[in-house]
């Protein structure tokens, strides 16, 4: 995204496209869209909601909040000025947003992104990470020791029920709302499963998420890539 502003519009958009929300839910749920390390304070959501408003891409209505407090509250909904802006944005490429902060903005809402423009998307970042790490394998070469293969990925939560996740190695992807019983068969998805099962055994449970894997480690060459999977997943679920 060229500038936070337009990023937190973006984000504030995808959310409300999926229904009326107040103030306290969408602080809630942005954060859970920027992770835990960028914390979003009321005074940085409100003023860009008056600006949307402004725009006329939301308008605001009341209702009561229930409980024991007869206060109302204000609950907030996209215009039909704000779908088509937030339609325009989901149908847009830029190498804004293959940079860190812009891609994950993306990724967050990639469920309402046309199919061939998240295919752009993903190419564009596959690039970045890729001229990224010719710079990371360059300063390893003159380094006595070096790191031969890796498995990575990007991840983020999912503002909707589905998670969603791209192989983008071997060109695969697969979406899901729940774990079925029987696991798929010799799937590479199955180890992710594993280890989402095994977090829950233990009572964490693993919200929905989005996620891009990138490995360099060939499949069925005995070196362990389907361990790697599981480890840099259970890294970034803990």
């Given at each position: ?83 088509k802006r ?49 710079i990371l ?102």
């Amino acid at each position: 995204m060229r500038s936070r502003a337009e990023s937190l519009e973006f984000a504030l958009l995808g959310l409300l496209s999926q229904g009326p929300l107040h103030g306290y839910e969408l602080r809630k749920r942005m954060s859970a869209v920027y992770g835990p390390f960028r914390a979003l304070s009321f005074s940085v959501i409100y003023p860009q909601l008056r600006r949307m408003q402004e725009k006329d891409l939301i308008e605001e209505s009341f209702t009561e909040s229930g409980g024991l407090s007869r206060r109302s509250r204000i609950v907030y909904s996209l215009t039909g000025k704000g779908k088509k802006r937030f339609a325009q944005i989901a149908e847009t490429d830029s190498p804004d947003y293959w940079e860190d902060e812009g891609f994950g903005m993306r990724f967050a809402f990639f469920s309402p992104t046309p199919k061939p423009n998240r295919v752009r998307i993903l190419e564009g970042r596959l690039r970045r990470l890729s001229e990224k790490r010719a710079i990371l394998q360059s300063e390893l070469d003159r380094t006595p020791a070096g790191i031969d293969k890796y498995c990575g990925i990007a991840i983020a939560p999912a503002p909707e029920k589905s998670s969603h996740v791209v192989a983008a190695d071997i060109n695969d992807e697969i979406s899901f709302e729940t774990i079925p019983d029987q696991p798929a068969s010799s799937h590479w998805i199955n180890y992710i499963w594993g280890v989402v099962q095994a977090f829950k055994k233990r009572g964490f449970n693993v919200p929905a998420f989005n996620a891009v894997i990138q490995s360099e480690i060939p499949v069925g060459a005995g070196l362990s890539s389907s361990a790697a999977l599981e480890v840099v997943f259970a890294k970034a679920f803990n």
